[in-house]
């Protein structure tokens, strides 16, 4: 009888102990309910673990292990987004959870840019200013900062302005903006690219410099590989580019027309009189012109080429001075 009796009270131990743990990890479970509405933000790098001490920290849940306990019964394996979220402590931890999973982030204002290829740092700039509200003195000073181009990993602003259009939060600082559209840039110019670019015969840095001529030279998609292939020709046998768009960069200007005067000016860009490529980029040159320098039509041996002057945006292509002399007078 005593034995029985040992029995019942161990057995109603055991129950009462287990019942008190199920009222404690209810009420663990229980958000807190103070009334506290915070701004929260899971960072960039965060796991769960890090996420579940914040929210502690902050008041928002009882206990970090009931956010462990939940994300591994729940959503395990799944990624919290990272972000600002708008959070009260009267949300359950499973809800909680499902916000940073699911990215239901505070929405930030934003602004847009579009930079068109073919624009030299001094154009894109205002753009990028009066696109985002950010003073152009900052822009300036940055594009001049040695140590900010080191950082990113380029020799200049010129040609590494992507063109592209591009959302950014209105909150977001200038030299963000620039690695942005550096970084969007260098997605196309990846190693793939560079590889067919040495293969070419360029360095990447030739590469986007003479992409920089083609797609000021060139308005139609279709003739970008061709007029590619007339300067690479023309580099392979040491012959002077005469690009009329690298006198129009050193002339600071765009002219319709150029003077034979024009032609003679003293500067590094003037291909007509310095052999090889210019110093620099003369443009932030698109997709289609970065990919035709790395994949130029040579395969007819073209050295020159002239507009048709009919407003196509085409051009006449030929092997020899006398070929090309046929196709001025043709279109004059």
């Not at 990846?190 to 015969?201: A, L, P, S």
């Not at 490529?277 to 039509?297: F, H, K, Q, R, T």
Request: hydrophobic content about 45%; charged content about 20%; aromatic content about 8%.
């Amino acid at each position: 009888m005593r034995k029985k009796r040992v029995f019942v009270r161990g057995l109603i131990l055991i129950l009462v102990l287990v019942l008190a743990g199920l009222i404690y990890v209810r009420k663990l479970e229980t958000p807190p309910g103070n009334g506290i509405t915070l701004e929260f933000t899971v960072e960039r790098g965060w796991g769960v673990r890090n996420v579940a001490r914040a929210l502690e920290e902050s008041e928002l849940v009882r206990s970090r292990w009931m956010v462990l306990l939940n994300y591994r019964r729940n959503f395990s394996g799944s990624s919290l987004q990272a972000g600002s979220y708008s959070l009260s402590d009267t949300m359950e931890v499973d809800s909680i959870l499902a916000k940073f999973i699911s990215g239901d982030v505070i929405p930030v204002a934003t602004s847009w840019v579009t930079l068109p290829p073919g624009l030299r740092v001094e154009q894109s700039l205002p753009i990028i200013s009066q696109s985002l509200g950010i003073p152009l003195e900052e822009l300036e000073a940055l594009s001049g900062g040695i140590e900010y181009l080191e950082a990113m990993g380029i020799p200049c602003f010129e040609g590494y302005l992507f063109p592209e259009t591009y959302e950014f939060a209105d909150s977001i600082p200038a030299w963000n903006v620039i690695d942005i559209m550096v970084r969007t840039g260098f997605e196309v110019m990846d190693i793939e690219w560079e590889e067919k670019c040495e293969t070419v015969g360029l360095s990447p840095f030739d590469a986007v410099i003479l992409a920089s001529i083609v797609e000021r030279e060139v308005a139609s998609d279709a003739e970008r590989d061709l007029v590619a292939g007339v300067f690479i020709n023309r580099l392979r046998i040491g012959m002077k580019l005469e690009s009329c768009a690298t006198v129009q960069y050193a002339l600071g200007e765009v002219r319709e027309v150029l003077l034979f005067s024009d032609l003679e000016i003293e500067s590094p860009y003037n291909t007509y009189r310095n052999s090889g490529l210019p110093p620099a980029p003369i443009c932030s040159p698109g997709v289609a012109s970065l990919e035709a320098v790395a994949n130029p039509d040579t395969t007819e041996g073209y050295l020159f080429f002239v507009s048709r002057g009919d407003g196509s945006g085409e051009h006449l292509f030929a092997i020899t001075a006398a070929g090309h002399a046929r196709n001025i007078r043709s279109v004059r």
